[in-house]
């Protein structure tokens, strides 16, 4: 019995097949949303999840649109800080400013502290901005709260 060679025809014909396959397939609806835009490297999965709550959020009208890191703010001489997203909402259609939202997205990690210590600074230096912490519930999603000056 002869073994059967393979020509670049049969790569080929294999290559088609499986492209053809991949290209059958749909992506997995998560809530009807996908990942809200492929440039963002979120840094966690909260991250994550919380950007495709705001994109659902954005759909049905809560707000009118957010940010992933838009920009970084100084706290101090040598302390930074950068909210992992920004969010505004228009007060009505002919108000002169929108209600801007910063978004911090707390999961447990060994500086914890030190940065609850830094978003309280910047909710201090910053009061234009409503400053909320989102924390991940298990039962329900998101538990979202209000930074306290």
């Keep these: 019995m002869t073994r059967h060679r393979w020509t670049d025809e049969d790569l080929q014909q294999v290559k088609d097949r499986k492209s053809a396959a991949r290209d059958s397939r749909t992506p997995h609806p998560?809530?009807?949303?996908?990942?809200?835009?492929?440039?963002?490297?979120?840094?966690?999965?909260?991250?994550?999840?919380?950007?495709?709550?705001?994109?659902?959020?954005?759909?049905?009208?809560?707000?009118?649109?957010w940010l992933y890191e838009p920009f970084t703010f100084k706290l101090a001489e040598?302390?930074?800080?950068?909210?992992?997203?920004?969010?505004?909402?228009?007060i009505s259609e002919d108000a002169p400013?929108?209600?801007?939202i910063a978004y911090e997205c707390k999961g447990w990690h060994k500086n914890y502290r030190d940065s609850l210590t830094h978003l309280s600074w910047a909710a201090q230096r910053f009061p234009f901005?409503?400053?909320?912490?989102?924390?991940?519930?298990?039962?329900?999603?998101?538990?979202?709260?209000?930074v306290v000056v």
């Design 30 to 65: 998560r809530q009807g949303i996908t990942q809200p835009s492929k440039k963002p490297q979120y840094k966690s999965k909260l991250e994550f999840a919380w950007a495709l709550r705001l994109e659902v959020m954005k759909r049905e009208g809560e707000i009118d649109g």
């Design 78 to 90: 040598g302390k930074r800080y950068r909210a992992d997203f920004l969010a505004w909402k228009a």
């Design 129 to 146: 901005f409503q400053w909320k912490k989102v924390v991940r519930n298990g039962k329900t999603g998101f538990e979202v709260y209000d």
């Design 97 to 100: 400013y929108n209600v801007t």
